[in-house]
């Protein structure tokens, strides 16, 4: 299980590690970027937002990378991933398609609803995104992205509740026995959402 701290720590990683790479972009085939995203979350749970940095590296129209992010969704998650992307037409400006997936891991709150009442815990799911966009360059080293999909992201929560029995002594008195553990459950959160999201890209 990755801790808070740890998960902070690759947030910053990500970001960093592209500082170096940029010096050596110009002239060669494979170009090494960073893009970083702010997005707006929309769904059945209500609206919230997501941050995002990929690093990876382009060739001509094709962009693969690993991504991390923060996802406040329902319950917040970090998002760790693949992002891969493809770029159409000639122009400077250029529309994009894109495609993620990964794995979510729960980042425990205190004010996250739990469902059980004994061993309750949330276990680590599945997390994809795709969408479409659009990359309006600002130089040969940067640019800005505005992009719209579709997200999915899958949490579980396990656990078992308790239930109380009555212990009848010889003189027929009934008293309430300890609590029983029953046997563990397990909810699966199907979550969908819409995502639209603008990036700047180094």
């Known amino acids: 299980m990755i801790n808070a701290k740890n998960k902070i720590f690759l947030l910053l990683i990500f970001i960093a590690g592209n500082i170096s790479a940029q010096q050596k972009n110009i002239g060669k085939p494979f170009q ?7 997005g707006l979350l929309e769904g059945q749970a209500g ?3 997501q941050l995002q940095t990929i690093n990876g590296a382009q060739y001509k129209s094709w962009f693969a990378g690993a991504g991390v992010g923060l996802d406040y ?3 917040r998650t970090i998002p760790l991933f693949i992002d891969l992307r493809k770029e159409f037409g000639k122009r400077i400006n250029r529309l994009f398609v894109y ?14 609803p739990k469902q059980f ?8 799911g599945v997390y994809s995104e795709a969408g479409a966009g659009y990359k309006v360059k600002l130089s040969h080293q940067i640019a800005l992205s505005f992009a719209c ?19 009848n002594t010889p003189g027929n008195t009934s008293y309430l ?14 979550l969908n959402r819409l995502v639209l999201k603008a990036g700047i890209e180094f």
């Open 73 to 75: 969704y329902h319950f």
């Open 149 to 167: 999909g579709y997200s999915y992201k899958k949490i579980a929560e396990s656990g078992s509740d308790n239930y109380y029995y009555f212990i």
């Open 177 to 190: 026995g300890p609590p029983v553990s029953s046997s563990m459950s397990k909810i699966n959160y199907n």
């Open 47 to 49: 609206s919230t937002f």
């Open 99 to 112: 495609a993620d997936a990964g794995i979510n891991f729960y980042w425990k709150r205190d004010k996250d």
């Open 117 to 124: 009442y004994y061993n309750d815990a949330f276990n680590n």
């Open 32 to 38: 090494f970027h960073s893009v970083n995203n702010m």
